[in-house]
């Protein structure tokens, strides 16, 4: 199963919540699926998805998931630190870990030799970290949301590769504007 | 405490409601204040770049962000301020310890110091620089603008107007 496989497989889990997914071919992918306003796709600044969803779920009550990717999590691992020390219970991280700079030309990350984002979570201050496979993570994604005391940093294991997918033609006003709609509603 | 108060006091007058911090000694007493305040949001961050993310998201989350800064963390976080920030128009609020100004006493601060105007202007981020108590009246302006066209602003405190207040 790769990134692509996964995303289509947590489609019913996360369709209904405020989503912000990580820059490139995961936005891609996403839009590509099922392009909704209650979606934030990152557009530039790789590493900030899981920051921005921080960010988010600290300053409204329902739950925020982010859709973050195991190159962009090294590239701003102290961002785990913030959220396990604030831990807010609206917030799930999903990190799926391809073992890939699937943006950048599928180069291996670190997560392929001796680096473990469970542990590196843990080690942080996170405390419901679960590693589980991509058959699995619909399950675990969906019990984390519904848990409204506790915020999860969920690592789903899959496989590299990226589906042949368009730029998303949505310029970033729109993203953000069409987003914050669903903010004030709810 | 008088300069750290009264700053804090025009940014939230003006609807600024989260505010994150990475360290300075001469942001010290108003991280004091704000981690005692019950009526904003208040987190520590170990990184610039990161704090920028965050201030996105709590600007999604119809709050308006402020980031407490040393300039050289500006430099940490020049692609997220043009490629988030700018590019997304988000308000926020940079509260900047202006290190490497007169009164200075670390000699490496003055590398950052002397080309963090320049690299302001150079992302079109809109600066006021505050060198003198009556010019924090000056900050309202800014907030309003920030808000008003979707920018970040910078608001640069030169080392002794903070260091007088410490």
Redesign the interface.
């Known amino acids: 199963m790769n990134r692509f496989n996964l995303l289509k497989l947590i489609q019913k889990q996360i369709r209904d919540y ?1 989503v ?1 997914c990580n820059i490139g071919y995961p936005s891609q992918e996403l839009f590509k699926l099922d392009d909704r306003s209650n979606y ?1 796709y990152m ?3 790789m ?14 009550d329902e739950p925020v998931i982010s859709i973050d990717g195991d190159g962009s999590i090294l590239m ?1 691992m ?2 785990l ?2 959220i396990g ?2 831990s807010p219970n609206n917030f799930t991280l999903l990190i799926i870990d391809n073992g890939s700079y699937g943006s950048t030309g599928d180069q291996k990350t670190f997560t392929n030799e001796k680096t473990s984002l469970k542990k590196v979570a843990m080690g942080a201050g996170c405390k419901n970290v679960i590693e589980c496979d991509g058959i699995e993570t619909p399950q675990v994604l969906s019990e984390a949301i519904k848990c409204t005391n506790k915020s999860y940093v969920i690592i789903s294991k899959v496989k590299p590769g990226n589906i042949k997918v368009k730029s998303i033609p949505l310029n ?2 729109k ?2 504007e069409r ?2 709609k669903n ?2 509603k709810s | 405490m008088k300069v750290s108060k009264k700053i804090l006091m025009i940014l939230k007058k003006n609807g600024v409601n ?1 505010f994150l911090s990475v360290p300075c000694k001469l942001l010290s007493n108003m991280i004091s204040i704000l981690e005692k305040d019950k009526e904003i ?1 208040y ?1 520590a ?3 610039e ?15 308006f ?1 402020c980031l407490l800064l040393q300039n050289t963390g500006i430099g940490n976080s020049v ?2 301020i043009v ?2 920030l700018k ?4 308000p926020t609020i940079l509260l900047i310890s202006y290190r490497g100004t007169p009164g200075e006493t670390v000699k490496a601060q003055y590398q950052m110091g002397s080309i963090t105007k320049n690299l302001l202007k150079t992302m079109n981020v809109p600066t006021l620089h505050c060198n003198k108590f009556s010019d924090l009246d000056k900050i309202s302006k800014y907030v309003v603008k920030s808000k008003k066209i979707g920018t970040p602003v910078a608001i640069l405190c030169d080392f002794n107007l903070m260091k007088a207040d410490q």
């Open positions: 405020h912000i934030f557009l530039g600044t590493g900030l998805c899981s920051s921005i969803g921080l960010g988010l779920s600290l300053s409204i701003n102290n961002t630190a913030t020390n604030r970033p006003i993203i953000k987003f914050k903010i004030i | 989260f949001i987190s961050v170990p990184r770049e990161e704090g920028i993310g965050i201030c996105a998201g709590a600007h999604l989350g119809n709050k962000p692609n997220a490629s988030l590019y997304y128009k988000i």
